[in-house]
Each structure stands twice: as C-alpha cells, then as structure tokens.
C-alpha cells in the first residue's frame, strides 16, 4: 500500500506514513453484513443494503445556522440609552454587532440549504430553505426598520 500525500510505501499494518505523517484512511463496512465497501459506495455489493457511511452532519448544517442566527436574532437588537433621562429610549431603536451576525448565519444557511443538501433528502431541505429564509426575512425586517 502506498500514502495517497507522498506515494511512501507503506506495510499494511501502518496507520499512518512515516514521511508525511499523513493519516491511512479506515475502510468503511457494510452495516448489516460486514463486507468491506468500495471508496464512496452507497450501496453494498455484497447484500445491497444502502450504506450509512454517507451520511454527514453536512445535512442538518443549514438548520443548526438558522437556530444560531435566531438566538443572536432574539439577543441581538437594543434600544438606544438616553443617558440625559437615564432611561431606555424604545423610539430609537439601533442594529447591534448580533443582528447582522444574524443577517450573515441566515444568508449562510440559505445558500447552504440550497447548493449542499441532496435531492434526496426532500423535506429536509424544504425545511431548512424555509426555516433559513424566515430568520432571513426577521434579520433583513429588523435592520431596515433600524435604518
């Protein structure tokens, strides 16, 4: 076997190369029947069960963004502090460093949900463009009604 970085020869017991310090990559096996599968298989050749090993946290990427961005969404706006009154001024309200990491974590998420998640994973998808296109609306309302 042979290091996929350097091409060093390596004996089959090494998990890792010498030259390199590259890591040997691990097998992945069929979860129902123990057969060794081939590089980016999905389905078992040997029992034609549909592989686990493709499945990646990739997939819930755009909603755990959008639940970020509704948690800076939530702590993110003020109001400005009239410190003549010593009081909270609630009709001049300001965006904060949160809100528009918000707008960012939201725009994030919509692109993700759009472009990365596969075709077959449907209602996943469908909710991460909507749950992301509704902090998007929330973050884009809050800071226009700010400006």
């Known amino acids: 076997m042979f ?23 691990e097998a992945v096996f069929c ?13 078992c050749s040997n029992c034609d069960t549909k592989s686990r090993a493709h ?7 755009p909603i755990g963004l ?23 001024n609630y009709e001049m309200p300001y965006a904060t460093a949160l809100d ?4 960012l974590l939201a725009v994030a998420a919509l692109i993700v949900a759009i472009t990365v998640i596969p075709r077959t994973r449907v209602a996943l998808k469908v909710v991460s463009i909507l749950l992301s296109g509704l902090m998007l609306y ?3 309302g809050w800071i226009i009604y700010v400006l």
Request: proline share 3%.
């Open 3 to 25: 290091c996929t970085k350097c091409g060093n020869q390596l004996p089959e017991e090494a998990t890792v190369c010498d030259i390199c310090n590259t890591r040997k990559k």
């Open 31 to 43: 979860h129902k029947c123990a057969a060794e599968l081939p590089a980016n298989s999905i389905i």
């Open 55 to 61: 499945k990646s946290i990739v997939h819930w990427l």
């Open 66 to 88: 959008s639940l970020i961005a509704l948690i800076f969404y939530m702590f993110g706006g003020y109001y400005y502090f009239d410190t003549t009154l010593d009081r909270y």
């Open 100 to 103: 528009y990491l918000s707008l």
């Open 138 to 140: 929330f973050a884009v």
